[in-house]
Nanobody, 113 residues
Framework: QVQLVQSGGGLVQAGESLRLSCAAS????????MDWYRQTPGKQREFVAG???????NYADSVRGRFFVSRDNAKNTVYLQMNSLKPEDTAVYYC???????WGQGTQVTVSS
């Protein structure tokens, strides 16, 4: 049974930082790419960042240079470091295993101006 358990998130002011974590179980974590998505009410879930099994990363234009995705294979965990947060980053953030389409439970990030 695949489980993705997210932690982190919360309420911060613009310009501050947060780190999200996503701990995976039930998969061979080290060989899987991992993605982060986000969703706001009334909108489709959008891709934020991804990291390959080899550590290559890619980012949405809206977060490039501010957000950084990393992974710790020893802990079966992927992270999303979010710096210089903006009010438009407010959303529910989800981690995802692209292979198999498994999602985390989501975590709210709210950035006040």
């Amino acid at each position: 049974q695949v489980q993705l358990v997210q932690s982190g998130g919360g309420l911060v002011q613009a310009g501050e930082s947060l780190r999200l974590s996503c701990a995976a179980s039930g998969i061979w974590f080290s060989i899987n790419a991992m993605d982060w998505y986000r969703q706001t009410p009334g909108k489709q879930r959008e891709f934020v960042a991804g990291i390959s099994s080899g550590g290559s990363t890619n980012y949405a234009d809206s977060v490039r240079g501010r957000f950084f995705v990393s992974r710790d294979n020893a802990k079966n965990t992927v992270y999303l470091q979010m710096n210089s947060l903006k009010p438009e980053d407010t959303a529910v953030y989800y981690c995802k295993v692209p292979r198999g389409g498994y999602w985390g439970q989501g975590t709210q990030v709210t950035v006040s101006s």
